[in-house]
């Protein structure tokens, strides 16, 4: 499997939209070239549930997931480093990292996180 | 364009079916729907069939085939439709549009799914492997967690309280206990799962803030239909269905990408083209099957959809308006939340439900009285394929 080193939206090069994740063509303008960007720092986070019936490949009791909105109207699912949902609240600011977010193949694959910061 | 009739429905009961293989629980439904259209020893011209996890589940593909010959139907045209949860209706879809175009007369749409083929952490990531790939899937996402993270911004955005939800899943369960086709028949105790000291013991929060009781089930279920040409619905001498309007529209693959996924755009999309055709409004419509997967999700469909304006489709719920007798009776059959939801027999159930009404055959305890238009949503991925139908009653 493709190891993805960082967390990569797709900006249309004709209209300037934003993309995430990656689609052959621009949603407003359909234009086919992209320019790779790589969001990074904090986000605000918009929603978040904890999953306690996780998928096979999961070995933990319950899963905590969010969506957050980075600079640049990019949005994004991630996992949130958190005890419990009480520690959130929709609106707040998360510092987002790209780390192991499950083991697959005997290999960890990366993916977003979000720390909360208040 | 001819107008469609549906002159066969039928269903096996959904639950825990350990005892058939889902090439039984097809046949079966199917035979109940050829034997209701009064086709007898007749074929038919083509067979669609609805069916999500043959291959992950069952290591079994092409299933249509396989069921034309169970059938004795060839040498009937035949697919196996995959379209998630949405199945369902669009093996509806392509029998409507076959015979619609003339090229055929008649056709048996039938789905069906056997979920329980495996334990429920592989069911989960059966069901979670339509979400994307990259975007979702490896985060661990599934279903129920897409739902948490809607209901959490429908919640803020409208008001829609734990109680609304509760509203749901007591009146789903309530019809579903009346029902004998349904996976759930024990109506809720409102103390044991919601106000007692049990309440977090028999209704654990599994994806935050739904609750057990707001999801589905894992269900094995078949339900099928028989389509045909007006014509030949008129020499039945009963009273028929016809497909008065049909829409389907897509939306993003991801919730994220979603401008605000509280939207549900391709709900409201299918729905207005399939008023449009119908030449109705939502305020005609007198029984209505919607995509009840989340509790949560009724709400916001009755709203989308056009019953109830937005943010007021939770007290609609608890104030009774949507329930049998009410303003507009959803989910009498007990939804996918009490009737069950095998994937890709559900399009096909919630049609055959509305039939049911349609022709007037349920007892008084479940029939909406004197209904003459019903309408279904059904859904699939989060929200990104979804299909309605509205039918309509055809005296004989
Ligand atoms: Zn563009």
């Known amino acids: 499997m493709k190891t993805v080193s960082a967390f990569i939206a797709y900006q249309c090069k004709r209209c300037g939209r934003m993309h995430y994740p990656f689609h052959d063509r621009c949603m407003d303008c359909k234009g086919r070239e992209f320019e790779e960007v790589k969001p990074q720092g904090n986000a605000k986070l918009l929603t978040y549930t904890a999953i306690f019936s996780l998928p096979c ?62 | 364009m001819r107008d469609v009739a549906i002159i066969g429905a039928g269903m096996i009961p959904f639950g825990r079916r350990d005892e058939d293989t889902l090439m039984d629980m097809l046949a079966c439904a199917s035979l109940n729907a050829l034997d209701d259209a009064g086709l007898g020893d007749q074929l038919v011209d083509a067979v669609y069939v609805a069916n ?79 979400t994307h790939p990259q975007a979702e899937y490896l985060y661990g996402i599934t279903m129920p967690g897409l739902g948490g993270l809607f209901a959490r911004l429908y919640m803020e955005k409208y008001g829609v309280t734990r109680e609304h939800l509760h509203a749901v899943t007591l009146k789903n369960h ?49 339900a099928a239909l028989v389509l045909s040409t007006v014509d030949i619905a008129k020499k039945s ?16 693959h ?47 469909e009755s709203e989308r959809i056009g019953f109830f304006n937005e943010g007021e489709g939770g007290d609609a719920v608890s104030s009774g308006k949507t329930r049998l007798g009410g303003q507009i009776p959803i989910n009498v059959s007990g939804g996918l939340k009490a009737r069950g939801h095998p994937m890709g027999a559900t399009g096909v159930a919630q049609i055959v439900d509305i039939v049911w009404q349609l022709r007037h055959e349920l007892p008084e305890n479940r029939q ?16 990104n394929n979804v299909l309605c139908f509205i039918l309509r009653r055809v005296e004989a």
């Open chain 2, 254 to 300: 991801t919730l994220a990408e979603r401008a605000d996924p509280t939207e549900l755009k391709a709900v409201s999309l299918s729905a207005r083209k399939a008023f449009a055709m119908a030449n109705l409004k939502p305020s005609d419509i007198h029984v209505a099957e919607l995509h009840d997967a989340f509790t949560i999700l009724e709400i916001a």
């Open chain 2, 52 to 130: 999500v996890g043959g291959g992950m589940l069952q290591r079994q593909t092409a299933i249509a085939s396989s069921l034309a010959d169970r059938l004795s139907l060839l040498p009937a045209a035949a697919e196996t439709i995959e379209n998630g949860p949405a199945s369902g209706a669009s093996a509806v879809k392509n029998g409507l549009l076959a015979i619609a175009s003339g090229y055929y007369d008649t056709a048996l749409v039938v789905g069906g799914e056997k979920m329980h083929e495996v334990d429920s952490h592989h069911a989960t990531d059966f069901v979670s492997a339509m």
């Open chain 1, 57 to 118: 490949g999961f070995d933990q009791r319950f899963l905590i997931l969010g969506v957050a909105e980075f600079e640049g109207n990019v949005k994004a699912l991630g996992q949130v480093k958190a005890d419990s949902v009480d520690q959130l609240k929709v609106g707040m600011i998360v510092k987002s990292s790209w780390e192991p977010i499950r083991f697959q193949s005997g290999e960890d694959v990366y993916g977003l996180k979000f720390e909360p910061l208040e």
């Open chain 2, 237 to 252: 001498g009963r009273p028929y269905v016809v497909i008065a309007g049909f829409g389907q529209a897509t939306d993003t």
């Open chain 2, 368 to 383: 909406v009285k004197n209904a003459e238009i019903g309408l279904t949503i059904n859904f699939g991925g989060f929200a």
């Open chain 2, 174 to 222: 309530a019809m579903g206990a009346l029902n004998p086709y349904a996976n759930f028949k024990k109506p809720l105790n409102d103390k044991d799962i919601f106000d007692g000291p049990q309440a977090l013991v028999n209704n654990p929060i599994l994806a935050d803030p739904l609750r057990l009781y707001d999801l589905c089930p894992i269900s094995d279920g078949a």
